[in-house]
Nanobody, 121 residues
Framework: QVQLVESGGGLVQAGGSLRLSCTAS????????MGWYRQAPGKQRELVAT???????NYADSVKGRFTISRDNAEKTVYLQMNSLQPEDTAVYYC???????????????WGQGTQVTVSS
């Protein structure tokens, strides 16, 4: 069974940094895209950043220049380095992966359980 396990959330002061990690486990043939989304209280889940298997990246305008997404294909892990954090970055951050698995092979979209990031002013 495929699982995504996140780590690295926590409480930080405005201007500080955090690094999130997400590792996929289970029988996986390939991972073609990984990303981070976030959901603040009372708001819809929104894209933060995505990265393809060839390391093409995409960022939400609100995090460009502050956040950096990267991945280690061998370790099936995606990272999100978050710098210059602001109170408006407070949210539950979810890892997402598009991958192929199963017999026959099919594409699936998986989510992690979420990790809380809280930025105090």
């Amino acid at each position: 069974q495929v699982q995504l396990v996140e780590s690295g959330g926590g409480l930080v002061q405005a201007g500080g940094s955090l690094r999130l990690s997400c590792t996929a486990s289970g029988i996986i043939f390939s991972i073609y895209a990984m990303g981070w989304y976030r959901q603040a209280p009372g708001k819809q889940r929104e894209l933060v950043a995505t990265i393809t298997s060839t390391s093409n990246t995409n960022y939400a305008d609100s995090v460009k220049g502050r956040f950096t997404i990267s991945r280690d294909n061998a370790e099936k892990t995606v990272y999100l380095q978050m710098n210059s954090l602001q109170p408006e970055d407070t949210a539950v951050y979810y890892c997402n992966a598009g991958l192929t698995t199963g017999v026959p092979l099919r594409k699936y979209n998986y989510w992690g359980q979420g990790t809380q990031v809280t930025v105090s002013s």
